[in-house]
């Protein structure tokens, strides 16, 4: 079962504009991280926000996680054509030995 | 590139047979992950491995197992085929146990498996 739902399930944006991701799950967590895919490619680990932490950056990517409300954002600035993937949300839930991955939000970036 | 392996990248097989998935872990890296990735059930976790043990169990099929060897790296044995059993199937692995804490996972290319 699903863990983590990504909202929206698709997004297109222009280059230059930004994008934010959210995610939202159901157990109390560890750690929440988000990676990206690459169509048919594997996943790629872009940041890892603990529970006990409100907010995180990393470059152009900003990760916020709210524990009370269990949800988590991403937000990806100045985006390029080459930011165009689909984003998954993972959680480390608390008494779980792996991640549980979202559905994903397909991101479009028109150039 | 994660440094994580896996072969075949494709492979196209009939139902009721049997396949073998190979994974290489990142050197140094202790555990080892299995995820499906369907378009219908995303990404789903079917089994971990850490220092040849298995750890953690997801919703892997009585039909498929995995093992871990000593060198550390993983086989998905998928066997009695089905039209369904169509995905990418996914290794990763991390340095980490996995148990209290799961941190990053470096994922492989993947190994697309077609069941006609």
């Known amino acids: 079962s699903q863990q983590g739902e990504e909202d929206p399930q698709a997004l297109s944006i222009q280059e230059g504009e930004n994008a934010t991701m959210n995610c939202s799950y159901k157990?109390?967590?560890?750690?929440l991280q988000w990676y990206r895919q690459n169509s048919g490619r594997g996943l790629v680990h872009l940041i890892l926000?603990?529970?006990?932490?409100r907010e995180k950056h990393s470059g152009r990517l900003r990760v916020t996680l709210d524990t009370s409300k269990k949800s988590s954002s991403l937000l990806i600035t100045a985006s390029r054509a080459a930011d165009t993937a689909s984003y998954f949300c993972?959680?480390?839930?608390?008494?779980?030995?792996?991640?549980?991955f979202g559905s994903g939000t397909r991101l479009q970036v028109q150039p | 590139d994660s440094g994580v392996t896996q072969t075949p990248k494709h492979l196209i097989t009939a139902t009721g047979q049997r396949v073998t998935l190979r994974c290489s872990p990142r050197?140094?890296?202790?555990?080892v992950y299995w995820y499906q990735q369907s378009l219908d059930q995303g990404l789903q976790f079917l089994i971990q491995?850490?220092?040849?043990?298995?750890?953690a169990k997801g919703n892997i099929l009585e039909r498929f197992s995995a093992q871990q060897f000593p060198d550390l790296h993983s086989e998905l044995n998928l066997s009695s085929l089905e039209l369904g059993d169509s995905a990418l199937y996914f290794c990763?692995?991390?340095?980490?146990?996995?148990?209290?804490?799961?941190?990053?996972?470096?994922f492989g290319e993947g190994s697309r498996l077609t069941v006609l």
């Open positions: 990763a692995s991390s340095p980490k146990s996995g148990g209290t804490d799961t941190g990053e996972l470096f």
């Open positions: 157990t109390s967590i560890n750690n």
């Open positions: 926000i603990r529970s006990n932490e």
């Open positions: 993972a959680t480390d839930a608390t008494g779980r030995r792996a991640l549980t």
């Open positions: 050197s140094g890296d202790l555990s």
């Open positions: 491995y850490y220092n040849g043990e298995e750890r």
